[in-house]
């Protein structure tokens, strides 16, 4: 099973600062995908990734955020400058190809003061 | 109104009853994937269905598209399988990670 780790594990930081937060798959994979959860709250779509370019994203997903995948392996997703409630768990998950399986990574605990 | 429902929302059962977790959608869906989150927050991939069943181990999964409804079963339920499952959708014409997610079923088995 591929495996995906993601950093920090818990971040906190203050309203109006940029975050990034890293995943790191092990192996290679094509297929990319961010998801948050609010305390309390469903999973949510954020942004899926192919090919080293967006190929959909939610309504959630505005000009405060952007994804990329700098060095060929991490994939980051950044949030330009954090809201209260942009606090969440940030979950990436993987696919190797399309129409199967995907591997979620342990998430991110982003706490916004 | 929800897309993808569940039912119920909390389960408590004793160790070795047999357990099914629903999930209702009210799109077509091109597949319906079982995930299931532990009390830490990790999310774990039980299955991916596009029809019929599935099985792993103690857990089967079950698909009706005509009815637009899924159920998740395990068979002699154990304390470790404490957590909440979550049932998630991708729509016809979705992208492949452009999931539609339920609120989970929180399930407690006790010894």
């Known amino acids: 099973e591929p495996e995906v780790t993601q950093t920090p594990s818990h971040q906190v930081t203050q309203m109006g600062q940029e975050v990034i937060l890293r995943c790191v798959p092990i192996?290679?994979?094509?297929?990319f995908y961010w998801y948050r959860q609010i305390l309390g709250q469903k999973v949510e779509f954020l942004v899926s990734?192919?090919?080293?370019?967006?190929?959909?994203k939610s309504e959630i997903f505005d000009d405060q955020f952007s994804v990329e995948r700098p060095d060929g392996s991490n994939f980051t997703l950044k949030i330009r400058s954090t809201k209260l409630e942009d606090s969440a768990m940030y979950f990436c998950?993987?696919?190797?190809?399309?129409?199967?399986?995907?591997?979620f990574g342990p998430g991110t605990r982003l706490t916004v003061t | 109104k929800n897309e993808v429902e569940q039912s119920p929302q909390n389960l408590t059962a004793q160790e070795g009853e047999f357990i099914t977790i629903n999930c209702s959608y009210s799109?077509?869906?091109?597949?319906l994937h079982w995930l299931q989150q532990h009390p830490g927050g990790g999310i774990v991939s039980l299955f991916m269905l596009s029809s019929g069943k599935k099985k792993h181990g103690r857990l089967i999964a079950t698909i009706n598209i005509q009815e637009k409804h899924s159920s998740l079963h395990i068979t002699a339920s154990h304390p470790r399988d404490s957590a909440v499952y979550i049932c998630a959708v991708r729509s016809r014409g979705g992208s492949q990670g452009n999931l539609i997610f339920g609120k989970g079923t929180k399930l407690s088995v006790k010894p």
């Open positions: 799109v077509g869906i091109s597949a």
């Open positions: 192996s290679n994979h094509l297929y």
């Open positions: 990734f192919y090919n080293n370019e967006i190929s959909e």
């Open positions: 998950a993987i696919t190797l190809l399309a129409g199967v399986e995907q591997y």
